[in-house]
Each structure stands twice: as C-alpha cells, then as structure tokens.
C-alpha cells in the first residue's frame, strides 16, 4: 500500500519551474502594462503642452477654462490672461464665441480690452464666426448656429441689430443646410455663405470606388432683403479629386461618409468683384471670375501658379483658414500647418503675403508667431485691426488671441483657457475680431440684493458710464418718487455698491452715460429687513453652528482617545517589567530546593 509524503520545507525546486511559472506570468503581466501604457497613455501624456515659462493660470491651477459667476447674472464668462508689451492691447472690443467641454455656456461673447464681459448669449445649438459687419451703414452682430456634424455645419445665419433684437435671418437657396465656416457680408449689401453638398463622383484617381461621393466645397451669393440667389461656384467643376491632401481613408464609399477632399473655409470679394476661396485640404487660395466661375489663378497647392520669391515661405501653408485680400495687392491667412496631433510638430501662424499677379510671383512680408509655438489643428483667423498695420491673430483651436505689430513683433497676447491644454480642445473659438460696437438693449438693467449689498449689471450696455443710487420717498406705495441718494462708478460688467444703513426699504438704480444721461433703471428693490431675532432662528446659522460644534467635539473625542491610549500603553509597559523569565525544571514532579 503506497502512502503520500510530503516534500520537505528544505527541499529545493526546480529553477526550470520557477521561471516557466510564476515569472513568466508576472513578466507577462509587466510587459501587457507597458504595452498598454505605450497606446493609450503616451499619446495623451505627448499632448500636454508643458513648458518652464508657464503661468499657474497656462498649467490649469485653475481651471481648464477659467471662469467668473455673478450675482445678478445667470450666467459665467471667461477669466482671461492678458500680457502685453509698453504700447498695451488695441482699446476696442473682442468678439469670440467660446465653446468646448469647459467653457459653462457657449454661445457669441463680447468682452472689452479688459477681459472684462460686455455681453453674451447662451445659444442651445453651436455658434461660430461671430463678428460685427456693417449692411445698409449700420452695425450688426452676426453669427451661425446650427449643428456640427464632424467638421461641417447645418444651420442658418443670424443678424442682430444694436438692441441685441434678430432682424435677418439667412438660409442658402436650395435644399441645403448652411455651413458654419462663413458669412460674409459684401459692400454690395449682399451675403456670402458656404455649404457643403453631397455629390456622387468617380473616387478612382485616388484609390476609392469608381461610384463614390464627395462633399463639394459650394458657396452662394444672396440678396439679404429678398433671399434671391445671384451666384453658385462649386469646386467640383474645377477642381479634380485628386488635387487635395486629405487621405482618402474609409471615406466616399456611400453618401453619409462622402469624402471631404476640398473643405472650403472662407469667402469673400476682392475690388474687381472677383471671388477669393480658402480649400483647406488642397493648401491653396484661389481667385475665382465673378462672370464664369472659372479659376483666374490658384496659391498654394499641388495647382499653384506663383513662383515664390520668399523662398518657399510664400506658398508652403498647409490647412490653412481665412484668406482675405487687403490694398496693395496683400494677402492674409492663417496657417494651420497641422491637420491633427499625429502630424510632425509644425508651428501654426499667420501670414501676410505679397501677390504680383500679372508677373504670378509671391513673396511672404511677415509671418506671425505665437511665443508659445502654437500648434492650432484646427480654426484661427488673421484680422488687419487698423490702418497702422496692427495684426490680430485668432487661435482657432487653442484658446487664444494675440496682437502683432505689421513687423510681426507681438505686442498683446491673451488667453481664455490653459495654454498647456490648448491641444485637447478644450476651450476653442473658430475665429476671433476687434471692432467697435455701441449697445443699447431693451432689457432693464439687472440688479440683485445680497445682505448689505446690492450688484448691478445690465448686459450689452456699453454706454454705461456709472450708477446711481435712488431711494424711494413717496409716503403712497401707489407713486413712485424716488430721491438721488449717491452715484457710484460702474466697475467691469458687474458693480458692488453697498447700501448705506440709513437707506430706506425700497430703492432702485439709475444707469447714467458719461454725461449723466439715464439710460435705463433697474426694478424697485428692497433692503433684506432682518432683525437679530430672525438672525437667532436663522436655519441655516443653525446648521453651521451645529457643524462647528459636532467638529470641535468629534476633535476633542479623538484628542482624549490619545490621550487614553498613551496612558494605557504606558502602563502596560510598566507592568510589564515587573515580570522576570525563570529556569523551567525538567523535573516538574520534583521542585527544586529551597
């Protein structure tokens, strides 16, 4: 009869076992978390944008997209970072309509030089190219809403006037949606916009199928006031397929994933009522005949026409956004340089460009840099601010804006989100503009009652100069007469003004121009009338003291239990050596002599 034995705890095992076993299963293990670790982390840690020159605000201590709440307003604008040299940031306003996973309420902004809010509007769907443009010699706000669909957009355009009151709303001519990339409003009174429109076409010049789709890169010409359509361009009447950068991937196999080979991004007209085109994804600007749509010369791209004087600096832009023509014969864009992360390290800025175009010759005049060397995949524009040659560049995808001088030497810079984040597109704008604005809402001012306080705001005003403290001295409820009681200087969009103590119940505030017009009045407000009796059975003062106290006893409980055990552990120690070790005898039946 066999029996088991078992291995003694001397015996020794097989180094052959040990390294096929457990070792290879914990090498296995290492090398799955690396592996791991190289696909899904490294790329977002290669991301981030650290550098040694980094502001808390750049590194996100506080926030990614910081921001400021009031009290007399519903909603939170950004907290911008400005740094700008002896000759400061152009006075006018900014225009920008912030959107991304932390900006609080996305929608078209207006802020002073300041940073400081002026006006917002909280828009459902997306918002894009928010600017001012003039029609008929007046000012308007204009912007597209709709909903973005990968890099396109469907929606309409909208025009406000300086009440902040919609006034026009334009739709493309068709059965089309309106893109989000441009809307342009001519000396003509007219309207440029672009649209992007499915169409079938043959995709074996670049590898796809021979019944495949694009998305053709369209732009419209419209009659404000009628809705009249009086021009079309389509890119797929001039440009082949096989003219664009953009790979063709798993794309233009069915209508829902044509493939976007031109990505048309900006419009406008030039003197001669020519039209200049931006394709991203040919990296060319093209001039198009007003009379028969055809090319009349083409920058950049696999079909350029310009010998580049400047070395190849002129014509080498990539993805680039916002092609706009200027006097004497001056091109401006913004070059991307970047389609996504995975691209090389390119370096994103803005362009202006001399053309020749009776001799096709280019030569670039000034190039602009971010200091950060920005790297925007995606959006941005370039905007000539003023006749001095003052240059505004807009970020696009990351959450800045910068000012340069014609020399290209930067002379204010601000961001509204964390620069070391700016690649996660967290907070973006697609474009961004200086302008002038003078607005008048119909809205009365806001104003809300914080104990001994009161703040004031009144959103859109910007001829609000300061605030004028009224109280109520009507003995009849039914009459309002109010008395001047003080005036007080309006401080950024938001003014605290505490109320004096001797104040009546009920007052209001007057909004004065710098003249000491009115302007507007708030609604009649009352002083909060507590007494210290309903101070004493304040629930909530309740609740704090309760908290304070359960908190300072719950500390001194822990205290004394400390103070307990150290006690006890000292007197265990004590008594522990009172004990000494003694001999045992073998012998237990024998004790030993005495």
């Known amino acids: ?74 909603y939170e604008s950004p907290i911008v970072e400005i740094t700008a040299s002896e000759s400061g940031c152009d006075p006018r306003y900014t225009f920008l309509a912030p959107r ?41 706000l204009t912007y597209w809403e709709g909903r973005e669909v990968e890099t396109r957009g469907y929606g309409s355009w909208y025009m406000l006037d300086s009440s902040y009151t919609q006034r026009y709303v334009i739709n493309p001519v068709g059965n089309y949606g309106g893109d989000l990339h441009e809307f342009t409003i001519t000396t003509e009174g007219t309207a440029l916009v672009t649209i992007y429109d499915p169409l079938p076409v043959d995709l074996t010049p670049v590898g796809g199928p021979e019944l495949g789709w694009i998305f053709d890169g369209v732009f419209q010409e419209i009659d404000i006031e009628t809705g009249a359509l009086l021009f079309e361009w389509r890119a797929s009447k001039h440009y082949p397929v096989d003219s664009s950068y953009e790979p063709l991937g798993e794309a ?117 840099y971010h200091p950060q060397q920005m790297k925007s995949v995606s959006q941005g524009n370039v905007q000539m601010v003023d006749d001095t040659g003052r240059v505004l560049v807009g970020w696009g995808h990351s959450a800045a804006y910068s000012e340069f001088s014609t020399d290209g030497q930067l002379l204010c810079n601000v961001h509204f989100g964390a620069s070391a984040f700016f690649t996660f597109g967290r907070v973006v704008s697609y474009r961004v503009f200086k302008g002038d604005w003078v607005g008048h809402p119909q809205t009365t001012p806001d104003a809300e009652v914080d104990g001994d306080k009161v703040y004031v705001s009144w959103n859109g005003a910007t001829e609000v100069k300061s605030w004028r403290l009224e109280v109520w001295d009507s003995d009849d409820l039914t009459e309002s007469s109010f008395g001047v009681v003080a005036q007080f200087k309006r401080t ?30 708030t609604a009649v407000l009352q002083k909060e009338q507590v007494s210290s009796f309903d101070k004493f059975f304040d629930l909530h003062n309740w609740i704090l003291g309760f908290a304070m106290v359960v908190s300072v006893g719950g500390l001194l409980a822990g205290l004394y239990r400390c103070y307990c055990y150290c006690r006890l552990l000292k007197l265990y120690r004590s008594r522990s050596n009172d004990y000494q070790l003694v001999a045992m005898n073998e012998n237990a039946d024998h004790p030993p002599p005495v």
């Open 492 to 521: 950024g969009f938001e003014t605290e003004i505490d109320i004096p103590e001797d104040l009546g119940p009920l007052f209001r505030l007057a909004a004065l121009d710098v003249e000491g017009n009115v302007l507007g009045v």
């Open 252 to 368: 233009g196999k069915d209508r829902a994933s044509a493939f976007d080979y031109f990505h048309i991004n900006s419009v406008e007209k030039d003197d001669q009522g020519n039209y200049l085109v931006s394709s991203r994804h040919t990296h060319s600007v093209s001039c198009i005949d007003s009379k028969t749509g055809s090319l009349l010369w083409t920058l950049g791209g696999k079909m350029n026409d310009f010998t580049d004087l400047s070395d190849g600096e002129a014509t080498n832009f990539a993805w680039q956004h916002d092609a706009r023509w200027h006097a004497n014969s001056t091109l401006t864009l913004f070059d991307n340089a970047s389609h996504s992360s995975n691209d090389p390290d390119n370096e994103s800025r803005g362009m202006a460009i001399h053309l020749d175009i009776p001799a096709r010759q280019a030569r670039l005049l000034a190039a602009y």
């Open 100 to 140: 991304g996973d932390s900006v609080p309420q996305a929608g078209p902004m207006i802020l002073d030089a300041q940073g400081n809010l002026v006006w917002m509007k909280y828009n459902w769907e997306t918002t894009q190219d928010f600017k001012v443009q003039r029609y008929k010699g007046e000012d308007y």
């Open 1 to 74: 009869m066999s029996s088991w034995t078992w291995p003694s705890k001397n015996a020794r095992r097989s180094p052959l076992r040990l390294v096929t076993g457990r070792h290879v299963a914990t090498v296995g293990v290492v090398i799955s978390l690396f592996y791991l670790f190289y696909v899904f982390a490294v790329p977002q840690i290669s991301r981030f944008r650290f550098r040694t020159d980094l502001s808390q605000y750049d590194l996100g201590l506080y926030g990614f997209g910081p921001s400021t709440g009031y009290v007399s307003f519903d």
